[in-house]
């Protein structure tokens, strides 16, 4: 299916069409076309982000699937990440996007990957949840915005994930990670196969 150019209506587009432009499946032509529509969509919902704005988002997730947006309060730093993730289908309602707050009391990853309880229970935190769920549905994209990131000293809530950021490699035709928990737990543990898939994104705000 082609993506109304009129409407806009990109969440109508089916699935194996939103997450092509994330994939390597389009020729330059067609990405133009996608990033073209994505301007239209953001524009059409009051927002005004340039055509070279929204390639250079798209280029830096492609690059590395963790961004960090800066500058005053206001200025549309997390908009652009929802507006975005909603032009390719990736919403609230599905899932597919989130907004993670973070609070001045983070100083360590449980909040984010997870902790056990005082059963030995391992307890997922969000993030570790929203991993599964894209590492179950590889063929759509997954936004993940972390708002006002420096409310809290990043190396203490988020350093384990940087650290699998770097350790990006390609197996096959696929981009993997180390796995997240490692020897840390044991292998029949529910979330231990799980590494940062390539069809996740995280971005930032401060």
């Known amino acids: 299916n082609k993506l109304d150019n009129d409407a806009y209506k990109f969440e109508e587009v089916e699935h194996t069409n939103e997450d092509k432009i994330i994939g390597h499946s389009l020729y330059n032509e067609e990405i133009k076309d996608y990033l073209k529509n994505i301007v239209n969509y953001i524009n059409s919902n009051g927002f005004i982000y340039t055509y070279k704005e929204i390639c250079n988002f798209y280029l830096s997730l492609k690059t590395k699937p963790f961004m960090i947006l800066a500058g005053i309060s206001g200025t549309g730093k997390s908009k652009i990440v929802r507006?975005?993730?909603?032009?390719?289908?990736?919403?609230?309602?599905?899932?597919?996007?989130?907004?993670?707050?973070?609070?001045?009391?983070?100083?360590?990853?449980?909040?984010?990957?997870?902790?056990k309880n005082l059963s030995d229970k391992f307890i997922p935190g969000i993030l570790t949840e929203i991993?599964?769920?894209?590492?179950?549905?590889?063929?759509?994209?997954?936004?993940?915005?972390?708002?006002?990131?420096?409310?809290?000293?990043?190396?203490?809530?988020?350093?384990?994930?940087?650290?699998?950021?770097?350790?990006?490699?390609?197996?096959?035709?696929?981009?993997?990670?180390?796995?997240?928990f490692g020897s840390n737990f044991p292998k029949g543990m529910e979330y231990n196969h799980l590494y940062l898939p390539e069809n996740l994104y995280l971005i930032g705000t401060v």
Not at 84 to 98: D, I, S, V, Y
Not at 133 to 162: G, K
């Open 83 to 115: 507006l975005f993730a909603e032009a390719l289908g990736a919403n609230p309602n599905n899932g597919r996007f989130r907004m993670i707050s973070v609070k001045p009391d983070w100083n360590d990853s449980t909040e984010l990957l997870g902790y």
């Open 131 to 180: 991993i599964n769920e894209a590492f179950e549905n590889s063929q759509l994209p997954y936004f993940v915005c972390i708002d006002e990131m420096n409310l809290a000293r990043v190396e203490y809530y988020l350093s384990e994930y940087l650290s699998l950021i770097e350790s990006r490699r390609r197996e096959g035709d696929k981009i993997i990670t180390d796995k997240i």
